[in-house]
């Protein structure tokens, strides 16, 4: 079975600073895609990065960049000059073809930006 | 282009009532998934449609069942209601295809009392 651990239940950050979140995952797949998605307050999921699995290199999005390591099972977020918007819930979500794509979910990790 | 849309936004009903919930897909998605998400945690699966067909299923009682239509818009269906089932009711539209990027709508916030 697939699982996907976030281990850091909240964090703050300062404005204009960099913060790293976590996400391990485990999975016996070799072909998968992993997620990372935001939900402010507000509630509205969005996508924030998606990263393949076949893929070496990292993903980047603006400000937000992925810390992909295979072996390791290790999927972890940055995010550079966090904003006060990026105040959010992130989830680490991972979907395989064989699940027909649909998202397994670790528990989130609650961001708050400080001004 | 249209993005995900869910109605009714809140809802409240009686525990043993049952609920109807409904999702328009992204223009051009042929694939709905519905997710629960309890208070402080993340989605968890129930099912998938993909034309109009079941295509996978979490660990959710037969009393959730759903819905597709011609059009890719999408019904969720509760029976029975229980109390656990108070939850933020999520709905994702898709194209069945890797890299299998799934976008939400804004969510029902069921209330069961």
């Known amino acids: 079975a697939q699982t996907v651990t976030q281990s850091q239940p909240e964090m703050s950050v300062q404005e204009a600073e960099t913060v790293t979140l976590s996400c391990t995952y485990d999975?016996?797949?070799?072909?998968?895609?992993l997620f990372w998605y935001k939900q402010p307050p507000s509630r509205q999921m969005i996508l924030v990065i998606r990263q393949e699995a076949y893929k070496q290199q990292n993903a980047t999005e603006n400000r937000f960049s992925v810390n992909f390591q295979k072996a390791a099972k290790s999927f972890s977020l940055k995010i550079s000059d966090s904003q006060l918007g990026d105040t959010a819930m992130y989830f680490c979500?991972?979907?395989?073809?064989?699940?027909?794509?649909?998202?397994?979910f670790g528990k989130g990790t609650k961001l708050s930006v400080k001004p | 282009e249209t993005g995900v849309t869910q109605s009714p936004t809140h809802l409240i009903k009686t525990r043993g009532q049952q609920v109807t919930l409904r999702c328009s897909s992204q223009?051009?998605?042929?694939?709905v998934s519905w997710y629960q998400q309890a208070l402080g945690q993340g989605p968890q699966f129930i099912f998938q449609y993909y034309r109009e067909e079941e295509n996978g299923r979490g660990n959710f009682p037969p009393r959730f069942s759903g819905l597709q239509f011609p059009n890719y818009s999408s019904e969720l269906n509760v029976n029975a209601l229980e109390l656990d089932d108070s939850a933020l009711y999520l709905c994702a539209s898709s194209l069945a295809l890797p890299p299998y990027e799934q976008y939400f709508g804004p969510g029902t916030r069921l209330t069961v009392t």
């Open positions: 979500a991972f979907a395989y073809g064989g699940s027909q794509g649909n998202l397994i």
């Open positions: 223009s051009g998605h042929n694939t």
């Open positions: 999975t016996s797949e070799n072909n998968y895609y």
